[in-house]
C-alpha cells in the first residue's frame, strides 16, 4: 500500500468518508422507500473507488491524460482548464478483481448491476428501484461492502450503525448457497439412482 495523501479528493479516506456519508442517508430512509437503494448504490461506488486507492490513488487516474496521474500522486497541475479525471466506476471494479482475489467475479457483476439500477434511476425515465425488493439485493450489497472493507483492513462496524443486522445478512448468504448446494446434489443422486447397473459401470 502506498502512503494516501490527506484531504485529496482521491484519497481512500476522502473517499470512504463520502461513502460514509451516503451509508449514513441510507440508514435513515425507510427499507421500503426507493431512496434506499439509491443511496446504497452512492455509497458502493465510493466505498469502491477508496478501496481502489487503498492501493494507490494513481489506479483511479484516467490514463488517457498524464496529468490525470500527476494530480492523483498530489501535485499541482499548472495546465490552465485542466479538470482532473478518474476512470469509471467499471474500470475501479475490474481493477479491483485483478489486484485483490476477494473481489471475485459474483461481487463484480452484482455490483456492476446495482450501479446499472443507478444509472437508470438518475439518467432516464425509469425508477430502477421502484417495487425492487430488498431481499433481491441487499444482502448482496453488505457482502460486496464487507470484501471492499477487508481489502483496507477495515470491517462492518467501521461503516454500518447496525452491524449485527448487517452480518445477519450476509449469514443469510451463505445459507442459500449451502440450500443450493444441497438441491443440486439430491437431484443428481435420484438421476443416478435411476440409473441401471449397466449405465452406472459406463459412467
Partial sequence: ?????????????????????????????????????LWSSLSLE?????????????????????????YALGHDVTMKGFTPKSIGIKDVFLRLSEINPTFTSEIVGYCSQHIE?????????????????????LS???KSCEVLLSIMNKNIEELFSMPDVVNHAINSLSDEAAKSVNQDINAYRKVWNDK???EKENA
Fill in 140 to 142: 448482496r450489497y453488505y
Fill in 117 to 137: 439500477r443507478r444509472n437508470a434511476e438518475l439518467h432516464t425515465g425509469e425508477l430502477a428501484f421502484s417495487g425492487l425488493k430488498n431481499s433481491i439485493w
Fill in 46 to 70: 465510493f466505498l469502491a473507488r477508496s478501496a481502489l486507492s487503498y492501493t494507490s490513488p494513481t489506479l483511479l487516474a484516467d490514463a488517457h491524460s498524464w496529468r490525470n496521474i500527476q
Fill in 1 to 37: 500500500m502506498t502512503q494516501t495523501l490527506i484531504d485529496h479528493p482521491w484519497s481512500m479516506d476522502t473517499l470512504f468518508a463520502k461513502a460514509l456519508i451516503y451509508v449514513g442517508k441510507m440508514e435513515e430512509t425507510q427499507l421500503d422507500d426507493p431512496i434506499y437503494g
Fill in 196 to 198: 441401471s447397473n449397466s
